[in-house]
């Protein structure tokens, strides 16, 4: 019997599940994809007998009452909404990769550098006051970026803004070298890296070991003057810190695009800030068709007995 008769005798069942986002559009897309699959919405009924279960933010002990489970696919690149989960059955747990997602990123961020680099963050609170100013002009090359996390995307950023001239560093837990990248790693070594940097990008994955990590204390070890770009996760940014940084003078401001409660509530002091410049966590979106031909494949190798794609592990969280 061939894989194709297999898959059409009994095509893959995905749940979609969700406690924070609402996942249609995930199945109009799989629905229109013409791809051959068993579709369920949680919390409709017959969700917990799928094969499958396509998560983001899914409800902690959900996924281990789900007894035919044998994958667990996110939706993104991300993986901590899912490992958050202390029920989490032992089954593989995927991401989606996609190549253009790191291309995203890197194009957010050279424009989070530019507004600071260029002042266009001055010049927009100017504009505001109709204050005519000209400061003098910095070369790129005289202007260190430092990326705070340097997987995949880092290294894509930091590539992109190394080629653009700027002075590019980069921190991670374990050694990693990029030609024309200065590489700082470990504990040891992250206050002599934050010495050096005009704007800090963070792109770390959420651990129990970065959450929290943009604090008053690592604001502190900034030189003055410094901003804040974070395209990771709103559990690494303590709000309030921030806030207390930018208002003493010692950060000039921020770029955020991922906030720990999103969307970001109506009362929050982040919206009115003139120094703190936000978007609704849009830095880089992978194609939604590439989303559901990833989770169709490997929905399709794990009920064929093949290892799937582009596993985490439980381990590192991510």
């Given at each position: 019997m061939t894989l194709t008769t297999v898959l059409e005798a009994k095509p893959p069942h995905i749940a979609l599940v969700s406690s924070t986002l609402d996942l249609n559009f995930l199945k109009n897309a799989f629905e229109t994809s013409g791809l051959n699959v068993h579709l369920s919405l949680y919390p409709e009924d017959g969700f917990d007998a799928a094969d499958v279960a396509v998560a983001w933010n899914p409800p902690h002990g959900l996924l281990a009452t789900m007894p035919n489970l044998k994958l667990i696919h996110s939706i993104a690149a991300g993986l901590d909404n899912i490992f958050?989960?202390?029920?989490?059955p032992r089954v593989p747990v995927c991401r989606v990769v996609d190549s253009q997602h790191a291309l995203g990123m890197a194009e957010y961020a050279i424009w989070s550098v530019l507004l600071f680099h260029r002042m266009m963050d001055l010049h927009l609170q100017n504009a505001a006051l109709?204050?005519?100013e000209r400061p003098e002009q910095i070369a790129a090359r005289d202007y260190t970026v430092g990326i705070l996390g340097f997987g995949a995307i880092g290294r894509t950023v930091?590539?992109?803004?190394?080629?653009?001239?700027?002075?590019?560093?980069?921190?991670?837990?374990?050694?990693k070298q990029e030609a024309g990248i200065a590489s700082f790693h470990g504990d040891d070594q992250l206050p002599d890296f934050l010495s050096g940097c005009d704007a800090l990008i963070c792109l770390l994955p959420l651990t129990d070991a970065t959450r929290g990590i943009l604090n008053a204390d690592l604001f502190a070890s900034l030189p003055r003057g410094a901003a804040v770009i974070n395209m990771g996760r709103g559990e690494h940014l303590m709000e309030a810190d921030l806030l207390a940084a930018i208002e003493s003078g010692h950060l000039r401001g921020a770029v955020l695009d991922v906030f720990l409660q999103e969307p970001l509530p109506q009362d929050s002091p982040l919206w009115s800030h003139p120094k703190i410049f936000k978007t609704p966590h849009i830095a880089s979106m992978p194609s939604v068709h590439e989303v559901?031909?990833?989770i169709f494949e490997?929905?399709?190798?794990?009920?064929?007995?093949?290892?799937?794609?582009?596993?985490?592990?439980?381990d590192s969280g991510y």
């Open positions: 958050a989960d202390p029920h989490l109709r204050l005519w930091g590539r992109r803004l190394h080629a653009l001239d700027y002075n590019v560093r980069a921190w991670a837990r374990s050694p559901v031909v990833q490997n929905a399709t190798r794990v009920l064929t007995g093949r290892d799937p794609l582009n596993t985490g592990s439980r």
